[in-house]
């Protein structure tokens, strides 16, 4: 049959598939010959699906408009095809269409599919003369190669030798295991005479080609998913040249999961059933499973338990779950007959919601019945029930009595004008109840209080209380609670309460007579607690004037001080000065100088160190007093072991000079004057000067004429009036010198009587006294 003509000539370079690696850029020339009779407008488009779209990152296939005349020729039309970076390696298909709708309609559209074939990068650039090779069928990641379990899956490899040399290919999978394929290289034809025993190799003369038959059977365990294998060719004649490819291979999932329950014990009396549920993954995937029980009865009556609950199956792997099973409850067990029949039946679900078989395993457990002595418990059980029911009408005509219960004190002992004595009581049966009296008995009378029950609980002890809370309040519609109720008790002393219920128990008719319960219980107000003294001390019973006396005192409940007061007293009674006192808020030092000298401990005020001046001489008893803060009128006090004496000052003479001089070998002239200066420290002393015998003070002077008669020592002496310090002496030896006078020739004149001299210290001297 003769071929069609077509006006419409195509050329297109290259004609072939044509390679790239990802990021590379394709280049198709295309050239369009008119050989028809007319004019004609051609378009030229590309067509091609959603995976080539993403190869080149086409949104619209590229056009170009050809107008050409009767015989014309086109000018070459250059379409460029950018592989994406990121572009996974296969063989992508396309198709070239050339269209001249309006004047060529019954020839067009021309369609020339034509492919991609994106390499690997590690593959090396292919020159003109080395061989390629090519896999067909084509496959990429959105069109792979779907495996059959039930048969290899097989693939040609097109093997192209482009050299000028007889060549030798051999072909690898490097990411398989061997098991994965086989390669079936052609034969040559001379395996039967016994020159070759296994083609190994495919040898290919110059610018022939040739294909190798490649099988895949993964085995039976394989994961089911896309697996993209590389499939390298190895040149003989290139040992260096790296030629890569990848077949891209669907294996289909396999859910084939076998369920077995065998059961170990399916009767039971009172122990548990045992099951044993076998799981063996068939499949090619993962298993996740949880497993349970669901009951094929109306009523759920077991408990179970699986022993793992969750089990993962790998595949072709097995694994079995222990079943425990519990009928319930007890009384459903059957008392006669062949037993209770329980039956359920596995529930599996699948973690990932991916199939399971249809029908999963039944079971069935059979619950024994009783054993005969179980009706002797049956029958007893019975006469129990009759001698309830017995006791119940009897307890209807004999009612429980009413009892007093917990009568006693909130606190068994108080503390004075700080508390009051309340009271607490439980009755149950409290409807029988007709009064209360509560006696009281201790160091004061105290009139009996009644509270009436006739009508029902008191104002007094119920809602009529002025209390925020009721003291008796009804629980259980049985119980009457009382508590915190108030006597009025607040006296120091020991106190003993009666509580006397009366009631009558039961029906009247059955019960005239009240019947009365007591209970008592004692109490004891005590005196108020007041902060007490243990230890009041010095560091020493001996002082020198002028030192500090440190004191040191331990208090106990320092949170019930108000004030701590220190004073002194000599033998004659007098003080020794003002009392110190310190004051305390709520068991906190106000003053700031004794915080630093006082501890807190074990609820007791230490306070070591604490000075005093010692500003009196003599013997002192000190005494500390601790006033309380609570109001108490008691004051509790404690004096120092022994008496503290302060002795006065040493006395010292500072100085006592004659003339100004200290010497103490004076040479005086007579009828010249001698100034005395004395200077003595220190109190309660006596200080004369010798040999006058007055006393003077501890500060003078004196002014004395020196004549023949002037004493050749003179002394100032210091005494300490107690007694207790040793005297002290200053003196000077004097040494009076002569005056020579001329003697004058007497005029003649009558004689005159001699007058004696005076001595001056026969008269009393002007002596400072003191």
């Not at 007319?38 to 091609?48: G, R």
């Not at 002595?373 to 009408?393: K, N, P, R, S």
């Not at 008995?441 to 008191?458: A, E, L, M, R, V």
């Amino acid at each position: 049959m003769q071929a069609k003509f077509n006006p419409l000539q195509v050329y297109i370079n290259p004609p072939d598939i044509q390679f790239g690696m990802p990021g590379d850029t394709v280049v198709v020339y295309v050239v369009v010959s008119n050989q028809g009779d007319q004019s004609a407008v051609i378009d030229l488009y590309f067509v091609f699906d959603e995976v080539f779209q993403n190869l080149t990152g086409w949104s619209s296939s590229p056009r170009e408009s050809l107008a050409l005349a009767p015989g014309q020729s086109s000018d070459e039309v250059v379409f460029e095809f950018q592989i994406a970076p990121d572009a996974f390696p296969g063989t992508y298909d396309y198709t070239l269409v050339v269209d001249s709708p309006e004047h060529y309609p019954q020839n067009t559209p021309i369609t020339f599919p034509n492919q991609i074939k994106v390499l690997l990068k590690e593959q090396t650039a292919i020159r003109l003369n080395d061989p390629t090779f090519s896999i067909r069928p084509n496959t990429n990641p959105n069109k792979p190669l779907v495996f059959n379990f039930s048969e290899p899956l097989q693939v040609e490899v097109i093997v192209d030798n482009r050299s000028y040399l007889v060549d030798r290919f051999r072909l690898s999978c490097p990411d398989l295991d061997d098991d994965w394929f086989t390669i079936n290289y052609p034969k040559t034809g001379f395996e039967g005479q016994g020159l070759v025993s296994d083609v190994t190799a495919l040898e290919l003369n110059p610018s022939t080609q040739s294909q190798i038959l490649l099988k895949f059977h993964p085995p039976a365990n394989t994961l089911a998913g896309s697996y993209s294998p590389t499939i390298r060719l190895y040149s003989e004649n290139s040992p260096d040249l790296v030629l890569l490819d990848l077949v891209y291979i669907q294996i289909p999932t396999n859910y084939r999961l076998d369920i077995e329950l065998n059961t170990i014990l399916g009767q039971v009396s009172r122990s548990l059933g045992k099951y044993e549920l076998s799981l063996a993954n068939q499949g090619n995937i993962v298993r996740e499973l949880m497993l349970s029980l669901k009951s094929r009865d109306e009523e759920e009556l077991y408990t179970y338990t699986f022993d793992p609950t969750e089990v993962r199956l790998l595949p072709s792997k097995n694994a079995i779950a222990n079943l425990m099973v519990k009928p319930k409850p007890w009384w459903r067990r059957p008392w006669f007959g062949t037993g209770l029949v329980v039956n359920f039946r596995v529930d599996i679900k699948d973690q990932q919601s991916l199939p399971l078989p249809n029908t999963l395993p039944q079971g069935t457990l059979v619950w024994k019945p009783r054993p005969w002595w179980q009706f002797l418990l049956l029958l007893l059980a019975i006469l129990g029930v009759l001698g309830g029911i017995v006791f119940i009408i009897w307890r209807i005509l004999n009612p429980e009595p009413l009892r007093l219960e917990n009568f006693s004190a909130n606190n068994p002992r108080i503390t004075e004008d700080e508390d009051e004595v309340a009271l607490k009581w439980q009755i149950h049966k409290y409807q029988q109840l007709q009064k209360l009296v509560l006696t009281t008995k201790g160091s004061q009378p105290i009139q009996p209080i009644t509270y009436d029950f006739k009508n029902g609980i008191p104002q007094s002890l119920g809602k009529g209380n002025t209390d925020e809370i009721p003291p008796c309040q009804v629980q259980e519609k049985q119980e009457l609670i009382c508590s915190n109720v108030k006597t009025g008790v607040k006296t120091r002393g020991n106190y003993t309460f009666e509580l006397q219920a009366f009631y009558r128990n039961g029906i009247q008719l059955f019960s005239p007579k009240e019947q009365v319960t007591t209970q008592t219980t004692q109490v004891e107000v005590a005196e108020k607690q007041i902060a007490q003294v243990i230890a009041f001390q010095a560091d020493k019973t001996q002082y020198t004037k002028g030192q500090n006396i440190l004191l040191s005192w331990a208090i106990a409940r320092p949170l019930l001080l108000g004030q701590v007061q220190v004073t002194g007293n000599a033998d004659d009674g007098t003080l020794y000065g003002e009392p110190i006192t310190y004051k305390f808020n709520q068991g906190k030092i106000t003053d700031s100088k004794l915080q630093k000298l006082c501890t807190q401990q074990n609820q007791q005020l230490q306070c070591k160190n604490i000075p005093l001046s010692a500003s009196k001489a003599g013997k002192f008893a000190f005494q500390i007093k601790a006033f309380p803060n609570n109001g108490s009128q008691k004051i509790d006090a404690k004096n120092t072991e022994s008496k503290i004496e302060i002795l006065a000052k040493p006395f010292k003479i500072v100085s006592f000079t004659i003339n100004g001089s200290e010497q103490p070998n004076v040479v005086l002239n007579e009828g010249a004057t001698a100034t005395l200066n004395w200077k003595v420290e220190g109190e309660n002393i006596q200080v004369k000067l010798q040999p006058y015998g007055n006393d003077v003070a501890p500060v003078g002077s004196i002014k004395l004429p020196v004549n023949l008669a002037f004493p050749p020592q003179i002394a100032l002496q210091v005494n300490d009036i107690s007694g207790k310090q040793q005297p002290q002496q200053r003196g000077f030896a004097i040494t009076v010198i002569k005056k020579v006078v001329p003697t004058p020739i007497p005029p003649l004149s009558p004689i005159q009587p001699t007058l004696p001299r005076s001595n001056p210290f026969k008269s009393p001297l002007p002596l400072p006294l003191r």
